[in-house]
Nanobody
Framework: QVQLAESGGGLVQPGGSLRLSCAAS????????MGWFRQAPGKQRELVAT???????NYSDSAKGRFTISRDNAKNTAYLQMGSLKPGDTAVYYC?????????????WGQGTQVTVSS
């Protein structure tokens, strides 16, 4: 019911920056919260940041002060600006959205984009 298209991952040196984008598309869904989670090898998927349609944001402790999430409601697109990147930020980053579909709130995930922080 909702398709998520992610872009912006890649290889960056420690201390560098990257910007991830996630565009949600649907003909029937009302897109609500959007955000990013990440999963490093051998670890569980964890929250990075979320943003509501009203602009309220939530960050993990590791993201606070280094990452900024924003969204363009007209485009149903969320952005994650990542700065001061560390090797520990290396992971597959998954876009997430919760959307109201025919009266039911459902969760959707993107396919993931690899972020590698290495010199």
């Amino acid at each position: 019911q909702v398709q998520l298209a992610e872009s912006g991952g890649g290889l960056v040196q420690p201390g560098g920056s990257l910007r991830l984008s996630c565009a949600a598309s649907s003909s029937v869904a009302d897109i609500r919260t959007m955000g990013w989670f990440r999963q490093a090898p051998g670890k569980q998927r964890e929250l990075v940041a979320t943003v509501t349609r009203g602009g309220n944001t939530n960050y993990s402790d590791s993201a606070k002060g280094r990452f900024t999430i924003s969204r363009d409601n007209a485009k149903n697109t969320a952005y994650l600006q990542m700065g001061s990147l560390k090797p520990g930020d290396t992971a597959v980053y998954y876009c997430y959205t919760s959307a109201l579909v025919v009266g039911t709130l459902e969760n959707y995930w993107g396919q993931g984009t690899q972020v590698t922080v290495s010199s």
